[in-house]
């Protein structure tokens, strides 16, 4: 088993950055694909971004790709996502979560998450 821990959320204004982390422990000698999700009140939890074992292979959804970056170091066990240029709508719990095989969009694929991360973004 993987545990997900993140951190990095706040509170910022439309314009700024901020870099969510996802420390990974137990199992983590295995190749394991990860991936940031977000929940916003009264929504459903969307997919933002994954990566492969490797970090060969990322994937953006199309609301984020021109402004987050996803990576990971294998060696810290540990995921980012460098997220520049929030805005209000990028206001929600964000959630880290892994998988062993291959990147996935969709979160019922993952097996392991997070509890979640704050980020709110005031206009």
């Known amino acids: 088993q993987v545990q997900l821990v993140e951190s990095g959320g706040g509170l910022v204004q439309a314009g700024d950055s901020l870099r969510l982390s996802c420390a990974a422990s137990g199992r983590t000698s295995s190749s394991y694909a990860m991936g940031w999700f977000r929940q916003a009140p009264g929504k459903e939890r969307e997919f933002v971004a994954a990566?492969?074992?490797?970090?060969?292979?990322?994937y953006y959804a199309d609301s984020v790709k021109a402004r987050f970056t996803i990576s990971r170091s294998n060696a810290k066990n540990t995921m980012y996502l460098q997220m520049n240029s929030l805005q209000p709508e990028d206001t929600a719990v964000y959630y880290c979560a892994a998988r062993y095989g291959t990147t996935s969009s969709v979160d019922g694929r993952y097996d392991y998450w997070g509890q979640g991360t704050q980020v709110t973004v005031s206009s």
């Open positions: 990566i492969s074992w490797s970090g060969g292979s990322k």
